[in-house]
């Protein structure tokens, strides 16, 4: 309003003989305001329309970048840059000035998203920290076509430092090996952690309270801190800190490329110690590092041992005599020949017990991608079935019960000539089924006097389900 009123006092005297100079000494502004405000009422009088701001001739440190900026535009234009990691681009390329004048020129050629609201609620140091997962389709170089890569986080809320992780799944063990990772990282543990209801942490809610998963408790009780879980329809309240894949989304996967998933963890550990760790937080006003310093004392001290991640399952040692594990076959002694053995899986290796618990082999877990499937000493290549002797096969058969001795009796006098291969077949059905189903079809068998193991193993996989094989402790991982 005051700038109108100038106007139209200046317009007013001039047309009534005022010069310039003197309406400048009167109003106390420049001449050549005076010129621009009579400019642009005669051009509003005349056209219709304002004059065009007289365009800058200076040079700005920018103009050297404007391409490689629009270059990176236009290459990362599904997830386009941020204007910070646009500054960190082209400072590698030796631009010295600030950011201020990036920010200006992106608003010209882009326009300026609103970003959404974060709700925050400060805690005492050492007191919280949450952790939770997320998926994006990346396209590794080598591959050369999209893969969904999964990432785990866990935030101190105090200090708001972060570790990042990049897992294979979303299991319960899973889970409790990146929590592991996480304590090492950050020194100590949190008093109280926050989970989002994943089955690897919560069961079922009752009453309004939540149910965790016995095992989880067990990691809890483990690393003494206290298990929260956000409540079912309440998603902000996972929003205690910050978004915790915001800044990744943002700085880590924004306008980079990644050879394979081993480049991916090789840059997201360099990032989170030279970048992340080190950032200015906007609301703390602090790098997280500098803050982890002071919550470090307050965080409970790791235990002497970490909480046991192996997986303890059973499993049926196969014609090959070997045990069969996420697609790769593990050596066992022949004499295990389609006997039922713990098997006791860590990070790093495979244990292989014998039926009354005894420890017989130990194998290193084979690395994922690896072509060969068999990980021990590998048998002839024509050779890859092992044979029982036929007093051991008799015997293992005769522990099933009566019905088998007297189908074992009937077959000599029926099949002489080969009864041990019927009764070699019917001893590696117990890969597949259960010994109750089993004798239920060689008591059938003997019934109507069909003697041949084909006709056994038709009947089993007409009425019965395949074996699942069942699982020691934990219980049977379940995806988050």
Known sequence: MKDDRLDNNIITLFSRGWAIRRLAREFNVSRNRVRRILIRHHMLRDQGEEPLPPKSTRRSKLDAYKEYIGEQLEEFAATPPTCQRLFELIQEKGYDGGITILKDYLATIR?????DPIFTVETEPGQR??????????????IGKPE??????????YSRRQYLQVTEDKTQTTLFRALINSFTHLKGVPGEIRSDN?????????AGKPVFNARYLQFATHYQFRPLAIRPGKPSENLKVERPFYYLETNFLNARHFLDRQDLKDQLAHWLRTRNDVRIHRTTQRSPLDLHQEEVSSLIPLPRKPFDTSTLVYRIVNNEACIEWEGYFYRAPHELLFESCPVRITPDELFIYSPDCELLVI????EKGRKDRYIGRPLARRKRSVLL????VIDRLKAFGPPMETFIQEIKKHRPENYLYHLRGILALKYYYHAEAIVAAVRRATQYRVFEYRAIENFLETNY??????????PKDKPG
């Open 363 to 366: 194998h290193p877990l084979a």
């Open 148 to 157: 969904t890569v999964t990432f785990f986080s866990f935030i101190l809320s």
């Open 465 to 474: 389900k395949k074996r699942n094989e069942p699982e020691i402790m934990p």
């Open 389 to 392: 002797d036929a007093d051991d």
């Open 111 to 115: 326009p300026k998203a609103k970003p």
């Open 198 to 206: 994943q089955k690897a942490c919560v069961d079922r809610w009752e």
């Open 129 to 142: 920290g949450q952790h939770d997962w997320s998926d994006y389709t990346l396209t590794f170089t080598r």
